[in-house]
């Protein structure tokens, strides 16, 4: 078998999906996205597909080992995207080829189903509880805020207080058998993490994410230490070596994205380096249905899998959601808050390959906001 055409497809609301084909019929499909970079990581697919024409797409790490490494250059969040998708469609094609699930590949499932927590608020989440009742009705046992909006360079009294008051009513809505995560999507100063997670760690969420940039893990062993909040970091790391100062700085969840992180052959490894450090693996997903899936299968055979994002309902998916793109969206049905095991062949979603062609012809061209402190300077999105 014989890799004989790589196409892409931007798709709103921001994704980009991939398609690889081979001489024999056997069709693969992979999200490789960055969000807000998605004309970059198209292009660098194209220039990787000149590798993969041609070649067995049954060897999947010998082709991984090329397109990240065999480039001299290496890493970084456009070339381990491209990876990634691309990784995710050889596996597809793996998985369609022997007639089994990728997680049967990756030596079968450990668990009957996955949880997932779904999103409340946007980035300013003012409607706060309206949002969690309605994700405790669909029968989510977690959820996952911002944990504010813009933050200054170092916060003041009342942001703070913002801060600890959000978390303390999901806390309090949700009551002692449900979670909250609470995203700082690296906007806040390591020394503002510092003193807002002591304050939050009454209320026992579930973890902190990124309460620092992901450039600073040599921040980060001051904040972990800092209270007994579980942090959780990793949706801009791209490597097993990126991984490691953070494990060592004591994360306790690590959430590589399947679409930025060298996709299902890199996260696999990520999983097992967290083993070491027990952390556990809660994969980065506010994309679309190929990464979701892949994120499913990797779930699935992961040992150390703690809880999986999704973006339906999203407040960034305006326009189109994941569900648009699908032939089969039972796949995707939460039933109490978890997602059924797939037992379809490949990633286990069906493309609705009509819809994704339609959506290309429109295409986005989607970039996230640029915050600005009131002063004018640059502030973290
Ligand atoms: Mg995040």
Known sequence: MKIVNVETFLVPPRWLFCRVETDEGVVGWGEPVVEGRAEAVRATVHVLAEYLMGQDP???????QVMANGGFYRGGPVLSSALAGLDQALWDIAGKTYGVP????????????????????????AELAESIGARIEAGFSAVKMNAGGRMPALATVADIAGVVERVALAREILGPGRDVAVDFHGRVSAADARRILPLIAEFQPMFAEEPVLPDRPHLLRDVVTSSSVPVATGERLYSRWDFRPVLEAGVAVVQPDLSHAGGISETRRIAALAEVWDAKLAPHCPLGPLALAASLQVAFATPNFLIQEHSIGLHYN????????????????????????????????????????????????WRNPVWRHDDGGIAEW
């Open 102 to 125: 990728v997680h049967a590949l990756l030596g079968g499932h450990v668990r009957d189903r996955v949880r997932m927590y779904a999103w409340v608020g946007g980035d300013e989440p």
């Open 58 to 64: 049954l060897r999947i790490e010998d082709h991984w």
């Open 318 to 365: 305006q326009g189109a959601d994941l569900l648009d793109y699908v032939l089969d969206p039972e796949v995707f049905r939460f039933t109490e808050g978890y997602v059924s095991r797939p037992e379809a062949p490949g990633l286990g979603v069906e493309i609705d390959e009509a819809a994704v062609r339609r959506a290309d012809q429109a295409g986005h061209t």
